[in-house]
C-alpha cells in the first residue's frame, strides 16, 4: 500500500494499523476519512500460516462451514483437505478430474465438497473420506469456472466458459434449471441466495445478473458499470444485496435495479462477512480481528493459491 498512489487505498486506509507506516505516513493527509471506532489493530498481524505442497497453483480455496477445515482445487487436478489450525493434510489428495480443479467448495454440513474442472466436469466427493459421492456430472462443452451447493445442500449450480449456467441435483447429477441465458461470455462466478430461490453470476461481459433458481428467468440486471470482467460475486445474508468483484479494482454494491460502487483494490473473489454488514475479500481478511480466520494468497504455489488468474 504504501508504494501506490494513496488515492487508490483510501477505502482501505481507515483500517490500517494505527502504528502501520501507512497509517502513520498518509493519515495525516486525509483528517475527513471514515474512523474506525472499535476493534482497529495497532500492528498487522503476523501471517498465521504457510500451506505448501498444494499440487501447484491452487486455483480455488474455500472454508468448512465451522472454519476448521480448508479445501483447495490445484492445477495438477488434485483436491486436498486441511486442517485451518495446524495446516496439516486431513484428506486427499482426491484425484479424478483430468484436468485443472477451477473451483471447490463445501456443502452446507461439511461432510461434502464439489468440484468443478477445466475437464467440463462436476465431481461431489466425501470431504473425510475423499471418495466420489456423486459424479461425474457430464454434459459440459466447456471449462466449469464456479460451483457452489444451496443452501440445504439438494442442489449445485456451476457457471459455464460456454456462457451457461446450470442447476443440479446433488445426488443424482439431473440437471434440474438450464434455461439461464443472458450472458454473452464466460460465468465466471455463481451463487445461491440464503433462501436459495435465487442465483446470482458474474461474467466476463462484464454484467452481473440475478436469476430465479428454479426456471432461470432472470429477476434482476444485468447490472452494468464494471468495466472488466466480474469474476467474483455474493448476496448478503439477509439476501437483499449483492455484491460484485471485478478486474477493474471496484466492488460494487446492488440492490433491486440499483448499484453502488465501491472503490477497492483489485481482487478476485469476496464474500460477506456474518460477523458485520460488510463485504471483505481474501486480502482484506488479514484485517479482521482475530476471532477470524486468516489467510495470505499469493501467485505460487507455496502458498494456499490464488483463486483466478491475475
Not at 492445477?75 to 486441511?82: E, N, P, S
Not at 479424478?96 to 461432510?111: C, I, K, N, R, Y
Not at 459440459?140 to 457452489?148: G, K, N, Q, R, Y
Not at 434440474?176 to 461470455?185: P, R
Request: glycine letters at 10%.
Amino acid at each position: 500500500m504504501a508504494k501506490s498512489a494513496p488515492h487508490v487505498y483510501l477505502s482501505a486506509l481507515p483500517f490500517a494499523p494505527t502504528r502501520s507506516l501507512v497509517s502513520v505516513h498518509y493519515s495525516s493527509s486525509f483528517p475527513r476519512m471514515l474512523r474506525v471506532e472499535r476493534g482497529r489493530l495497532s500492528h498487522w498481524p503476523s501471517l498465521e500460516m504457510m500451506i505448501s505442497n498444494v499440487g501447484g497453483t491452487a486455483w480455488s480455496i474455500a472454508l468448512s462451514p465451522d472454519g476448521q477445515r480448508i479445501v483447495s482445487g490445484s492445477d495438477d487436478g488434485t483436491i486436498r483437505v486441511w486442517n485451518a489450525t495446524t495446516g496439516e493434510t486431513e484428506a486427499g489428495p482426491f484425484t479424478g478430474h483430468t484436468s485443472e480443479v477451477l473451483s471447490v467448495a463445501f456443502s452446507p454440513d461439511g461432510q461434502r465438497i464439489v468440484s468443478g474442472s477445466d475437464d467440463e466436469t462436476i465431481r461431489v466427493w466425501n470431504a473425510t473420506t475423499g471418495e466420489t459421492e456423486a459424479g461425474p456430472f457430464t454434459g459440459h462443452t466447456d471449462s466449469v469456472e464456479s460451483v457452489a451447493f444451496s443452501p440445504d445442500g439438494q442442489r449445485i449450480v456451476s457457471g459455464l466458459d460456454d456462457e451457461k449456467i446450470r442447476v443440479w441435483n446433488a445426488t443424482t447429477g439431473e440437471t434440474e434449471a438450464s434455461s439461464f441465458t443472458g450472458h454473452t461470455s464466460e460465468v465466471l462466478s455463481v451463487a445461491f441466495s440464503p433462501d436459495g430461490q435465487r442465483i446470482v453470476s458474474g461474467s466476463r461481459d462484464r454484467t452481473t445478473r440475478v436469476w430465479n433458481a428454479t426456471t432461470g428467468k432472470t429477476e434482476a440486471g444485468p447490472f452494468t458499470g464494471h468495466l472488466s470482467l466480474v469474476d467474483s460475486v455474493a448476496f448478503s445474508p439477509d439476501g437483499q444485496h449483492v455484491v460484485s468483484g471485478s478486474d477493474d479494482g471496484e466492488r460494487r454494491m446492488q440492490h433491486g435495479p440499483a448499484s453502488h460502487a465501491v472503490h477497492s483494490h483489485t481482487h478476485t473473489a469476496l464474500s460477506y462477512s456474518h460477523h458485520c454488514q460488510c463485504t471483505v475479500t481474501y486480502l482484506q481478511l488479514l484485517l479482521d480481528p482475530p476471532d477470524l480466520f486468516r489467510i495470505s494468497l499469493r501467485n505460487d504455489s507455496k502458498r494456499t493459491g490464488r483463486l483466478q488468474p491475475g
